[in-house]
Structure formats: C-alpha cells, structure tokens
T-cell receptor, first 114, second 114 residues
Framework: KAGVTQTPRYLIKTRGQQVTLSCSPI?????VSWYQQTPGQGLQFLFE???????NKGNFPGRFSGRQFSNSRSEMNVSTLELGDSALYLC?????????????FGPGTRLLVL | AQSVTQPDIHITVSEGASLELRCNYS??????LFWYVQSPGQGLQLLLK??????LVQGIKGFEAEFKRSQSSFNLRKPSVHWSDAAEYFC????????????FGDGTTLTVKP
C-alpha cells in the first residue's frame, strides 16, 4: 500500500507570495491532518480534515487554510507569506473512524520563505 | 489544554546500552499517548501508542513505554540501543480519541556512540 505522499518536497517563495501544498493520504484513509515543524516552535497542529470538513483547527492565523477533496486528498494554502512561515509542513492521514488510531506521516514539504 | 514536556533535549548513549526517554503530559481526561521517531529529512513514524489497558506498551523496533498515571508520565525505553536508533523522538498526546489533533513535545535528540 502506498504511503502518504506530499508535493512538492521543497519550495522556495518570497515574502508576500502565496503557496499551496498537497497531500495524498493512504488509500481508504479519510482523515488528513497538517502540522508545521520549526526549530523554534517544534511540531504544531494546523488543522484536520475529515470527509471534506474541517474537524479541528490549531492556533494559526487565517492566512493558513486548507481543504479536502472527495477523494480525501488535501491541500493547504498559506497566503501573504512571512519569513516565519519557513518550516517543514507535515501531513498525516488516518482512517478517521473515531477510535484512537495510528497516524501515518508523509515526508513533508520543506518551505523556505526569502 | 493538553501539553507534553520532554525534559531532555539531547541524550547520548553508547551502542548496546539501555535507553530511557522521558515524557510528562498534562491532560484533563484519560490521555491517548504516542511516541514517534523522526530520522533526518523524513516524516514521523509511530513507535507505539497507549489509550487503555495494559500500562506497559510494546512497540516496533524493540521499544516499549510505560504509562504511569500517578506521575503523568509515559517514558520510552529500549534495553539495548543500536546505532540506527539515532534520531529525534517525539512524545504526543491526542485530543480524546481523535489522533488527528495531537500535541507534541519538543523532542529529544538521541545520539548513539559506537
């Protein structure tokens, strides 16, 4: 079974631009979560989508948004990029059935904002 | 609000020696606890999880963890460390049964001396 895939793997943007990251979950998984990982703040939860609906949201500004498609693929968008948005963005998928489950993480997208 | 503390930022052990990584959590109800490992440039891999039952949990790669409610701890152990265990380790607490919104500790970097 293919794992979680994230595209692109690396990205360089400049301040003020916007960016869209993509995540394809494991087949059959309906929950997709996004995390931001930085050396200073560690791993922080951004949001979780389940069946095309945002189920949970972390404490990030509105510049960070996401969506999930009917095939469970998810995208996250960051508008008006700031230098502090440079980070590794991780996506994780799980079945989403409500029982405590294993999350499977993708390799991440490394975003550098110049 | 839930929180996780990993008191040790960096630990160095000799190959073949035993290992214990500490994790303390704060959560109002029964916690759902996870340990992940992250190798350089890669996503996170689940080592083990706890949500009920036996307080000693066995995971992959020879790791185990013990849940101690009275101490709010979930320490990770391995009896004999291998050089390939060098990585960063994260403890996390899930929000209820929903693993999709997890709070992570700051991580412990493990160095293995030959």
């Amino acid at each position: 079974k293919a794992g979680v895939t994230q595209t692109p793997r690396y990205l360089i943007k400049t301040r003020g631009q916007q960016v869209t990251l993509s995540c394809s979950p494991i087949s059959g998984h309906r929950s997709v979560s996004w995390y931001q990982q930085t050396p200073g703040q560690g791993l922080q939860f951004l949001f979780e989508y389940f069946s095309e609906t945002q189920r949970n949201k972390g404490n990030f500004p509105g510049r960070f948004s996401g969506r999930q498609f009917s095939n469970s693929r998810s995208e996250m968008n960051v508008s008006t990029l700031e230098l502090g948005d440079s980070a590794l963005y991780l996506c994780a998928s799980s079945l989403g059935s409500g029982v405590v489950e294993t999350q499977y993480f993708g390799p991440g997208t490394r975003l550098l904002v110049l | 609000a839930q929180s996780v503390t990993q008191p040790d930022i960096h630990i160095t052990v000799s190959e073949g020696a035993s290992l214990e990584l500490r994790c303390n959590y704060s959560y109002g109800a029964t916690p759902y606890l996870f340990w992940y490992v992250q190798s350089p440039g890669q996503g996170l891999q689940l080592l083990l999880k706890y949500f009920s039952g036996d307080t000693l949990v066995q995971g992959i790669k020879g790791f185990e963890a013990e849940f101690k409610r009275s101490q709010s701890s979930f320490n990770l152990r391995k009896p004999s460390v291998h050089w390939s265990d060098a990585a960063e380790y994260f403890c996390a607490v899930g929000a209820g049964t929903n693993a999709g919104k997890s709070t992570f500790g700051d991580g412990t970097t493990l160095t293995v001396k030959p």
